[in-house]
């Protein structure tokens, strides 16, 4: 491990490279364009490539060709990126291929305020394309986490063959923090699975018990089809329902199968609580020093804060929940992880401070927030 | 053939307003305050996203007098297609008095044209819209910070085209804006430059009068893109044009026309040496720039039919 003074753009850099990414595309957006200019620096030197497209929809689609060549590939973009990503991004999922979108968040909708912090692009990662799916989705709250949970996101989009988005936002994209960064070997990365099987006996989309189909890439020997129409095993374009059946359930639960490795919380201010916030990302440091407040001012406040916004494994939520007299979700949109948390807990105990801020939510605003329900 | 334009017969009326958060010697500044000049005051302007946008617009101040609609990044000429189109119905149906001339310009960067916005451009050229969408070309995306577009020239340096030991800056040409737009059999396509204003008002002036679409390509010189003092924008500009860089011409119904001849061109050096983006250039390289544009040279002066652009003076 070695320590470096970094933001949480290149921490997010950083990590793909550890994680052995090797081919970026993208197109300027603020604020995650300085992922992209800061491996426009450092991919070439160590055999990677950068390119720039020229749009939002070619980058993503450049990611997925460059998948099924064999190469692990990411794009980074900001929420108007991302919309114009949505149809490709439909495209990775049925034809599992494994690939990394990190989401820098903006204030929208539309242009919006390009410069400033947002958390509102909760509901258009996990369900902005159309079709039945679940996309991974891990939200960072610090440069060190920036760069452990990319490694995370590469890991699991290899092993599931599966999309995983990243989604960060502008606070923690120019957050500068010491973050330790591994050296080859000091942290586990995965590669996708390869077909052992001889190339005339390969059925790519023939899945294993863990529900992944292994993945030969282009050049390999094997037969590849890479098939955005409902198929079978083979890849063969079928309109029957058991096809679509059983290609749709398996690509859902290949991910759903996985939550409890997926979904991750971590809980500040133990067990003895009667209030519990809720929040995620940036939001979340705000978040924790309002609980401190609320601690010293003898209010028994805990933080509960999600690392994992897709798949949810509810259970885990509601066992938090359930400690807590009321539960405040506290979020830099209009109340979006709110609907969650209501599913989780007793509808009545769960009350949503949407912040919509355009900076960092100041700890006062959500110390006031939360005093007036005592 | 009345006398030439000079600076003395531009309208005093200015309708671009100060105040902006433009850069000091933006070249984009100087080229909206002089396009505006010569729109009609019922003009609809539709505007891409990028620098002029953002900096013209901040609440609760505005720059344009005339009437404004911002859109997306990628749809300036589908926006404007629509507003366009909107107006003829609305004569059609006499909502509108059928001699009210109501016009249309888009206006958008070069990553908004050459780039993400070029299907939005092409659609707006092949439909035949009455739009004149010009297009600020300061060479890169500078709104995000200096990203390279598709009219990023040969050897410039950006943050996506770094220079190191792997990379030297831009390594591909720059899209020929003109060429595409032509492609669409248009009307009217030109060239303008914030050293020649005359000719810029001139020509929007001309484009105005012309139906269908029309396409011009202006030079827009950027302080923090390009690496420059800010009092050497117009310098830039007019060592652009003096160098074959860039040549002022326009091309109205498939006949081209020089508006500023070069009898005598300076090397592709003394453009390249005022701006720090090209800092790192290798002799080869400026040969190769300087035969990239002795290339473009030879190709105009066979559309024009003779030498309106002289070799470089020895």
């Known amino acids: 491990m070695r320590k470096s003074f970094i933001s949480g ?9 550890t994680a052995g990414m090797r081919f970026f595309a993208g197109y300027p957006i603020t604020p995650a364009s300085d992922i992209m200019e800061y491996l426009a620096e450092r ?18 689609n450049a990611v997925v060709g460059a ?21 490709a991004l439909g495209l990775a999922v049925i034809t599992e291929t494994p690939l990394v979108v990190v989401d820098v968040m903006r204030a929208g909708p539309s242009t919006g305020v390009p410069t400033k912090t947002s958390q509102s692009d909760v509901m258009q990662v996990r369900y902005g394309a159309h079709g039945d799916y679940v996309i991974p989705v891990f939200a960072p709250w610090s440069a060190q986490e920036a760069y452990d949970l990319t490694i995370k996101a590469f890991n699991v989009a290899e092993s599931l063959r599966t999309p995983v988005i990243l989604l960060s936002d502008a606070v923690i994209a120019h957050l500068w923090e010491s973050v330790l960064l591994a050296e080859p070997g000091e942290v586990e990365v995965i590669n996708r699975k390869k077909p052992s099987s001889p190339p005339d006996e390969y059925l790519p989309y023939k899945p294993d018990n863990d529900l992944v189909p292994p993945m030969a890439t282009f050049g390999e020997g094997y037969n590849v089809i890479v098939e955005s129409l409902i198929h079978d095993e083979r890849g063969f374009y079928r309109q029957d329902r058991e096809a679509y059946r059983n290609l749709v359930k398996r690509i859902v639960n290949k991910v759903l199968s996985r939550v409890d490795s997926l979904f991750e919380v971590e809980a500040y201010y133990g067990d003895d609580y009667k209030y519990l916030l809720v929040s995620f990302g940036s939001t979340a440091r705000s978040a924790l020093a309002a609980a401190r407040i609320l601690r010293k001012s003898g209010i028994k406040a805990s933080l509960l804060r999600l690392k994992t916004l897709s798949p949810l494994k509810l259970e885990t939520l509601r066992k938090y929940c359930d400690e807590a007299e009321k539960i405040f979700v506290v979020e830099n949109n209009m109340g979006k992880l709110v609907h969650d948390v209501e599913r989780a807990a007793e509808n009545d105990k769960v009350i949503s401070l949407p912040l919509l801020d355009l900076e960092i939510p100041e700890p006062k605003d959500i110390v006031e927030g939360v005093r007036k329900w005592l | 053939m009345s006398r030439a334009l000079t600076i003395r017969d531009l309208p005093r009326e200015e309708r671009f307003a100060p105040g902006h958060r433009m850069c000091q010697g933006c070249g984009a500044a100087i080229l909206m305050r002089h396009i505006t000049k010569a729109l009609p005051k019922d003009t609809i302007i539709v505007q891409a996203t990028g620098c002029v946008e953002v900096t013209t617009t901040l609440y609760p101040e505005t720059s344009w007098m005339n009437p404004w609609l911002h859109i997306a990044f990628e749809n300036a000429a589908a926006g404007a297609s629509g507003v366009e189109a909107a107006i003829k119905v609305l004569k059609k149906k006499g909502q509108l008095p059928p001699g009210k001339e109501v016009r249309v310009v888009a206006i958008g960067g070069d990553g908004g044209t050459f780039d993400i916005g ?6 707006m050229l092949e439909r035949g819209h009455d739009i004149l969408y010009i297009v600020y070309d300061n060479e890169a995306y500078m709104n995000t910070g200096i990203q390279r577009s598709g009219a990023t020239p040969f050897g410039a340096w950006t943050t996506t085209t770094p220079v190191g030991k792997v990379w030297h800056g831009e390594w591909r040409r720059k899209k020929d804006i003109i060429g595409i737009a032509l492609a669409h ?7 303008v430059n914030p050293a020649y204003l005359p000719d810029l008002y001139a020509k929007v002036s001309k484009a105005m009068s012309i139906k269908g679409p029309k396409l011009i390509h202006a030079f827009s010189p950027c302080v923090p893109g390009w690496r420059y003092e ?29 508006t500023t ?32 544009v002795d290339e473009q040279v030879a190709y105009i002066n066979k559309l024009a039919g003779k030498e309106v652009i002289g070799p470089v003076e020895a």
């Open chain 1, 9 to 17: 753009n290149i921490a997010i850099a950083e990590g793909a490279i």
């Open chain 2, 261 to 292: 001849p070069v009898p005598k061109r300076k090397p592709v050096r003394e453009y390249l040496k005022l701006q720090g983006r090209f800092r790192h250039l290798t002799d080869e390289e400026i040969n190769t720039i300087q035969k990239f």
């Open chain 2, 118 to 123: 070029i299907q939005a451009l092409s659609g």
């Open chain 1, 43 to 60: 991919l070439p030197e160590i055999g990677g490539v950068v390119t720039q497209f020229e749009d939002e929809i070619a980058s993503i």
């Open chain 1, 67 to 87: 998948s099924w060549a064999g190469v692990k590939s990411m794009t980074a973009t900001s929420g108007p990126g991302f919309s114009l990503m949505l149809e």
């Open chain 2, 230 to 258: 800010p009092a050497l924008t117009i310098t830039i500009a007019k060592m652009a044009v003096q160098t074959g860089m860039w040549i002022n011409y326009e091309i109205e119904n498939g006949v081209l026309n020089v």
């Open chain 2, 185 to 191: 059999r248009v009307p009217y396509v030109a060239t």
